[in-house]
């Protein structure tokens, strides 16, 4: 099905961020979708933009580190008018494409100097009919502000206007938490893409002599420039090419031109950059982000000096980075000199070749991928979920004293399957108890050593073979009223013997009857069969249905079982637990027993996977986790003997 793409994005200083986004639009493009891009910044040279359609606004740019003064193209300051015409053409855009999907760049998490032009592209494009997916664009590697109240804001933001966040970067080079503080609310959005990369040709392998200089678009790496020049006469035994952004004014480029020694070249930049690269011994440059591509692309070896001024920190981190992986060495921006940087560049050619690492540089093409999914996800996915019935209930448990606690049930496991490992790394991220309702007749072997590593997943007894013994007409069930006690009894004592045989320490045990239903007749001969916990749907009657038996059930399951089979109501989901905090509150249900989350990882679609992560995220952002099983059926001590052979 083909979509209409809308991306919206200003640079300000480089132009890499246009790049990235053209490639990012040339991406969809590709795959058959309508797609427009909307510049803000300086026009800039860009590869063939191919089918895309593309939308310049009156330009804005910044001189230097100053990213609060914006300026027109002949460098003077903007005005409200100005910046209406730009508002206006970027909301014509809006109507004019219809996009089923909108991509900004950078904002919310920056652009902050322009948060009045996409407020009112955001809040256009929520009352829209429909309402298109928007998703936020941005780098690896982010600038957060000083101001705590900033970083708040950027994070509701996005949790109000925004269904993901694309970040193009590789968690094993720089997660995005090293550089930006996540709200736990935030992670359950963030799509990590892999590294944009502009260039997709091959690259070649040639054999290297001499060293590259770049230093990107803008003017800002002039220094570099001079300095590099100065350490050029000191090694003269390497030929040298240094290419010159257009960011650099005519008269600076020609005082470095004519100032260079016979082994050195001073030109333009090149659009054959990366075939430069992949022939050289080594590159000298800032630490940008379609740079650090070029590097991990071509494998040279890398004398860095980060771009520092004015506090930036994100070239710094990169370098530090690649530096890590023996990739690069670091001249500081602070420490630049025709010394420093000669000294670096000759450690660099006597360094080692190291391996380039396996980072993922397919960000475009994963882009679009990431945006097709959620796009044919449907509207539930894009769903806003109004957390605030669930928070009012939990304040109100707060201020009166009435404690909540949550625990974690998901029934029919019996293997170590993806979605199991997806399930188990969900609790571990989030540090949070899972009780595993597991089949005792289904179990394989797989299952025990892949719940040894996890301390807080535990195994209950979930029926025997949960087979439906209920009669034609009747509520499925495998241990209901219909059967006989004697055949239900043996039946239950099998299932612990053979799950406990099967799963050794990590089964604790506890019935879970299949489709939540139990004959009230064998209840009472559990603690005999060698149950200590029962576990079903509802609020429980009673803490203890029998002597030695403790109840703690479930309460809100996120599958519409009977419609969709998909996710149900959000706004159902929540009600649901709200209503449970509150019948605690009012002592309508008994305050001890901790309110259950119930889910089935075998079946769970996208949509389903979403709303749970979000869900613990939410809960973990208040500092409310589930609770361990163990804890909850009061077994952690009968546990903890058990690991330790006592």
């Not at 001189?63 to 300026?71: H, R």
């Not at 407020?119 to 780098?139: E, G």
């Not at 060293?211 to 590099?228: D, E, K, M």
């Not at 979920?385 to 029919?412: H, Y």
Request: with cysteine; glycine share 6%.
């Amino acid at each position: 099905m083909s979509l209409r793409i809308l991306i919206v994005v200003t640079h300000l200083l480089g132009s890499g961020h246009l790049t990235r986004a053209a490639a990012l639009a040339r991406a969809f493009a590709r795959k058959g979708h309508e797609t427009t891009l909307v510049s803000g910044g300086s026009p800039a040279r860009l590869p063939d933009l191919e089918n895309v359609t593309f939308v310049q606004l009156p330009p804005v740019q910044t001189v230097g580190t100053d990213f609060k003064t914006l300026l027109d193209e002949r460098f003077e300051p903007v005005d409200a008018t100005y910046l209406e015409r730009r508002r206006t053409l970027l909301l014509n855009a809006l109507k004019e494409t219809r996009p089923d999907i909108l991509i900004t760049e950078l904002f919310p998490f920056g652009r902050r100097v322009l948060k009045d032009e996409f407020s009112a592209l955001l809040d256009t494009a929520r009352n829209a009919n429909p309402r298109p997916l928007v998703l936020c664009s941005i780098r690896d590697i982010l600038v957060p502000s000083s101001k705590a109240s900033r970083i708040a804001e950027a994070h509701e933001r996005v949790l109000r206007d925004y269904d993901a966040v694309l970040v193009h970067g590789d968690p094993e080079l720089v997660p995005l938490e090293a550089s930006w503080p996540l709200d736990e609310r935030i992670r359950p959005l963030i799509r990590y893409t892999g590294y944009v990369d502009e260039n997709e040709e091959p690259v070649p392998d040639t054999h290297r002599h001499g060293i590259v200089v770049s230093g990107g678009s803008s003017g800002a790496s002039l220094p570099l420039y001079r300095t590099a020049l100065a350490a050029a006469r000191d090694i003269a035994d390497r030929s040298w090419r240094i290419l010159i952004g257009r960011g650099v004014g005519e008269a600076d480029f020609l005082v470095l031109q004519e100032g260079a020694p016979p082994h050195v070249t001073v030109e333009r930049a090149r659009s054959d950059f990366r075939s430069l690269l992949s022939g050289a011994e080594l590159s000298l440059s800032q630490a940008g982000y379609n740079t650090t591509i070029d590097l991990l692309r071509s494998g040279v070896t890398s004398v860095l000096v980060p771009f520092e001024a004015g506090s930036e920190t994100e070239q710094r981190l990169r370098a530090e980075r690649l530096h890590a992986l023996g990739l690069a060495e670091i001249v500081p921006e602070a420490e630049l000199s025709p010394q420093n940087l000669a000294d670096a560049i000759r450690r660099g050619l006597t360094r080692a070749t190291a391996a380039p690492p396996s980072i993922s540089v397919d960000g475009a093409r994963r882009s679009v991928a990431v945006a097709e999914s959620l796009a044919h996800s449907g509207p539930a996915l894009q769903q806003r979920i109004d957390w605030a019935p669930l928070d009012l209930a939990l304040d109100q448990a707060r201020d009166q004293g009435c404690p909540i606690r949550f625990w974690w049930r998901d029934d029919d496991a019996v293997a170590d399957t993806p979605q199991l490992d997806r399930l188990l790394g969900l609790a571990r991220h989030y540090d949070a108890g899972i009780g595993l309702a597991v089949i005792p007749e289904g179990i394989e072997a797989s299952l025990a050593p892949r719940l040894a590593g996890e301390g807080k997943a535990f195994a209950l007894v979930h029926g025997w073979s949960h087979a439906n013994h209920g009669a034609a007409g009747e509520k499925k069930a495998e241990f209901g009223a219909h059967r006989s006690l004697d055949i239900m009894a043996a039946q239950t004592e099998q299932a612990l013997n053979v799950a406990r045989e099967r799963l050794g320490l990590k089964l604790l045990p506890v019935f879970v009857p299949p489709w939540n239903r139990i004959s009230q007749d064998l209840i009472p001969h559990l603690p005999r069969l060698g149950f200590r916990g029962l576990s079903t749907f509802t609020d429980r009657k009673a803490s203890f249905p029998a002597e030695g038996l403790i109840q703690i059930n479930t309460h809100a399951d996120p599958i519409d079982w009977h419609g969709t089979k998909s996710l149900a109501d959000p706004a159902l989901i929540i009600a649901n637990l709200a209503r449970a905090i509150e019948r605690r509150v009012a002592g309508e249900a008994d305050r001890d027993e901790p309110i259950g989350f119930l889910t089935h990882h075998l079946v769970h679609d996208h949509v389903i996977w979403a709303l749970c992560e979000r869900l613990i995220a939410h809960l973990a952002a208040r500092d409310i986790r589930f609770l361990c099983p163990d804890v909850c059926f009061g077994l952690e001590t009968r546990s903890h003997l058990r690991s330790n052979g006592i």
